[in-house]
């Protein structure tokens, strides 16, 4: 399914609205663009390494896809900060995780989470009209995207385990359980990373 249904559109190529000076502000103040940014040059180099760690020829190539629109998304990114004029503050490099399977994890259950609350932030923008109707359409590619790497993964969960042997499974709970106190752990640190103005 995510093979099958990839959608090759460029980055380089979307027409970004012209928003008026007040919608601008908002779009700018918003205090989340360094972090959506470094979010998806993780998620990119986490997919493509445990890809590379992956036998099976098919489910390879489907993990490959998902590193390269997380790579895709970034640029998406990279695109509206460059067209909206917002500063971003120097990278963090981007290295291979030692523990591929767990970087995997890590992207497949924080998408789980930060879509959940994303697609409603945006949808809520829509209404309220925070964000211009335009602006919203223009990321419409992303927020399907982000849909078939939860339900790819979900499925990855669910095969994976089914797949394990049984003295292994102990194991991949144990790991789960890590991966769910690490992002639980950093979330926890990113809202305690805002100040009362709402700057990260």
């Known amino acids: 399914m995510l093979l099958t249904t990839h959608n090759p559109y460029k980055p380089a190529v979307i027409d970004w609205p ?3 000076p007040a919608a601008l502000k908002r779009v700018t103040s918003l205090p989340i663009w360094d972090i959506v940014v470094q979010t998806e040059g993780r998620a990119s180099i986490r997919v493509a390494t445990y890809a590379g760690t992956v036998e099976d020829p098919q489910l390879r190539e489907a993990l490959r896809m998902n590193g390269g629109e997380e790579a895709r998304h970034k640029l998406v ?3 509206l900060v460059e067209a909206y004029g917002i500063e971003l503050a120097p990278e963090p490099p981007y290295p291979a995780p030692a523990d591929p399977l767990r970087a995997w994890m890590l992207t497949g259950y924080s998408e789980c989470i930060d879509s959940f609350f ?3 932030l945006f949808e809520a923008a829509r ?3 925070y964000f211009p109707g335009e602006l919203v359409e223009t990321f419409e590619p992303v927020i399907q995207e982000e849909a078939r ?3 790819f993964f979900a499925n990855w969960v669910a095969w994976y385990r089914r797949t ?3 003295y292994r499974k102990p194991w991949f709970v144990a790991k789960t359980a890590s991966v769910w106190f690490s992002l639980i ?3 926890i640190s990113l809202a305690r990373g805002f100040d009362k103005s709402g700057a990260a």
């Open 164 to 166: 394990l042997p049984w």
């Open 18 to 20: 012209k928003l008026d």
């Open 118 to 120: 994303a697609f409603g």
């Open 77 to 79: 990114l990279s695109k």
């Open 149 to 151: 790497h939860i339900l």
């Open 127 to 129: 209404q309220s009209g």
């Open 185 to 187: 752990r950093d979330r």
